[in-house]
């Protein structure tokens, strides 16, 4: 059975999940799409494959009584408001990261689900399907270093444009390690505090970068994060965890090693949708199996909370300088695992 897909937002990766679910997944087809550039939904109903109706509005994909799941992959303050149609409308629905801009809009939809009796939404953290965070995790799970005391964690960008500001650093790019880091060590937060060094002169006034974002988990690890979005060089995510007895770290992606010139170099990859692009398969592939298996299984609504509740700490903390509490309510037992 085919899964009849409508997309909402054909911008950078919603482009690029179209694609995947035309040239590369098996078990979706991508019947809809709506952007709110005319220009965008039409280019990517035009790509080699595609047959998809193109509507003007999001609410109108989700309503087409052709489409069977829903993903969202519009503008960021966009998602809650499609997810809860989507919940409303009684569809699955894969939604990019964040949720929702706040803890606050993330627990509605959280409530919403819960109120619809059953897990409809599975939102696009795409590292917990990485080879090397699986790899990084299995190591810290099987002990192999012992209990982890400390994590080293960058997130770099090459640059960003000038709509990119100091919180996006957090709701935008940051909100990838607040999920996996949690995925990661089995753990939650406790707080967080957030530091700014001199800023790049690559930057604009909106934004400070880079940024350290500094957390304590609640069984005691300290973690150490920081975002650089103008870091010029390449994309670069870096996981050092220090633990008892060894330290283990994120593999870098594999490239061709090469002597010449007099030096010896590994290429860096620049764009983000490259470096976890093997990710992005595995959790869309995910997403179609289990809304046909009838069991939604990936990184849950409560997750995007979860990671959305430390997201407005962070917030906070950009703004006061001093340590901030996450406090993280108990999960209710509807997204026990
Ligand atoms: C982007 O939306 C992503 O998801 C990337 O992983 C992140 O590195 C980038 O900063 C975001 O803008």
Redesign the pocket.
Known sequence: MTLKLGVIGAG??GKEHIRRCTQVLQGATVVAVSDINPDSAWAAAALPGVCAEVYADGHDVIRSTDVEAVLIASWDPTHEEYTLAAIAAGKPVFCE?PLAMSAEGCRRIVDAEIEAGRRLVQVGFMRPYDEGYRALKKAIDDGAIGAPLLLRCA?R?PK?DES?TTD?AIT??LI?ELDVLRWLLNDDYRSVQVRFPRSTSHTHGRLKDPQIVSFETRKGTLIDVEIF?NCQYG?D?QCEVVGETGVARLPEPSAVQMRRDASLSTAILTD?KD??ITAYDAELQAFINDVAAGRLRGPSAWDGYAASVAADACLKAQKNGGSVAIALPERPSFYAC
Do not use: C, D, G, L
């Open positions: 950078a990766i990261k997130h960008n960003v990119y996006m935008n790019t990838h979005v994309y995510i983000w470096r976890f």
